[in-house]
C-alpha cells in the first residue's frame, strides 16, 4: 500500500474515525481488492489491533539476504 494510505489509516483509527478508515478502504480497492477485503474484514470486526499491526508490519517487510 502507499505510504500516504498506510499512516492515514493508522491515523483514522487513533482517532477513531470509522467513517474516514473506511474511505480509505475503499481507495485500496482499486489498487488491490484481495488486501481491501482483508482490511475491511478487520474493521467489520472491530479488531482495530491487529489492524494496526499489519498496517504496521506490512512496510517493515523485507527479504532476507
Not at 500500500?1 to 470509522?18: F, N, S, Y
Not at 481488492?33 to 467489520?44: P, Q, S, V
Not at 494496526?52 to 506490512?58: A, F, G, K, R
Amino acid at each position: 500500500l502507499p505510504e500516504a494510505v498506510r499512516q492515514g489509516m493508522l491515523q483514522a483509527i487513533d482517532e477513531g474515525d470509522m467513517a474516514g478508515l473506511r474511505a480509505l478502504i475503499d481507495q485500496v480497492e482499486e489498487m488491490d481488492a484481495g488486501a481491501a477485503r482483508k482490511l475491511r474484514n478487520l474493521a467489520d470486526q472491530y479488531d482495530y489491533e491487529t489492524l494496526t499491526q499489519v498496517l504496521t508490519n506490512e512496510g517493515e517487510e523485507e527479504p532476507d539476504e
